[in-house]
């Protein structure tokens, strides 16, 4: 397959289960609800090394907001429930309610499991908070120097799926990168998904296990170009530089759409000649997203 003259492997992405919540946040402003998301995501690229894996999903205005003020929805992930409540706790307690006129609304209304997290930072107001009933929402008015900081009671978490991906093979550096810029452009257009690492872009894309044993995942030796001397690296000669683009998502069809998304846009930039896919033999999870099934 090939998709303006850059070819499509017959592969597949690998991914794997995890637990996903979105938070809404608004805001006087566009800029400051996206200041209190840039807080609330940020050290969540990969539940490898961080506490959770988190990114913003969309920019959203008031006609979607329950206060009709701008917002952000960020999805927050991780690999169980405990951990995800605990992460709620502290991105929203730490990075939203630090933040100038921002508050928080659960983005999953709707979803049968939920935390109380509205509740339990509530108690931040040291006896002085108030529960209300707001913009047909149960939430709490924690008081603050600056005013009231609004935050709904509870907040809702589905099961999703992590790691999606794709490779972005390029002539040289610069059409690859420009191409996962694209890619990343793209993606954040739709709602359901999240590219967490940085910028959208993973340089040190990862394989699982390494010869030491004390780690659980090692650089992708395959793809890297300054390997070809050792014998490691498998791509062609005129490979210079990979991207990776790794996504999360609400369910299997939120990641299928992303990667579909991803993978045209970056098809259009001059100087990509291919794009692959990293599984690793159904060692790391359970859903396998083929390449040629989801262009199709």
């Not at 933040?99 to 499991?113: D, I, L, R, V």
């Amino acid at each position: 397959m090939e998709i303006n003259g850059v070819q499509i492997d017959d592969t597949f992405a690998e991914g794997f289960p995890i637990k996903a919540a979105r938070v809404l946040i608004t805001a006087v402003t566009e800029r400051w609800a996206l200041e209190a998301a840039r807080e609330a995501t940020g050290f969540g690229t990969s539940v490898i090394g961080c506490p959770a894996e988190a990114g913003i999903e969309c920019i959203v205005d008031g006609s979607e907001t329950p206060d009709g003020r701008p917002g952000v929805n960020i999805l927050i992930c991780n690999m169980g429930y405990k951990n995800l409540e605990n992460s709620l706790l502290w991105r929203i307690g730490q990075c939203v309610l630090t933040a100038p006129t921002a508050a928080a609304f659960s983005g999953m209304p709707e979803a049968e499991k939920k935390f109380d997290t509205g509740k339990k930072l509530s108690f931040f107001g040291d006896g002085y908070q108030k529960q209300s009933e707001l913009f047909g929402r149960s939430v709490w008015k924690i008081p603050l120097m600056s005013g009231e900081f609004i935050i709904e009671q509870d907040f809702g978490a589905v099961d999703g799926v992590a790691g999606g991906n794709f490779l972005i093979l390029g002539q040289n550096q610069m059409a690859a990168l420009t191409a996962a810029e694209a890619a990343v452009s793209a993606i954040g257009k739709l709602k359901g998904s999240i590219t967490p690492f940085p910028g959208g872009v993973v340089s040190s894309g990862s394989k699982v296990g390494s010869r030491y044993k004390f780690l659980k995942a090692s650089t992708n030796t395959a793809f890297c170009t300054s390997l070809r001397a050792d014998g490691v690296c498998t791509l062609a000669e005129d490979v210079s530089a990979v991207y990776e683009i790794v996504i999360n998502g609400v369910n299997q069809e939120a990641v299928q759409r992303a990667m579909k998304a991803g993978i045209n846009a970056a098809c259009r930039v001059p100087g990509v000649l291919k794009i692959t896919a990293a599984n690793y033999e159904g060692k790391l999870g359970v859903h396998q997203f083929p390449l040629h099934m989801i262009l199709e």
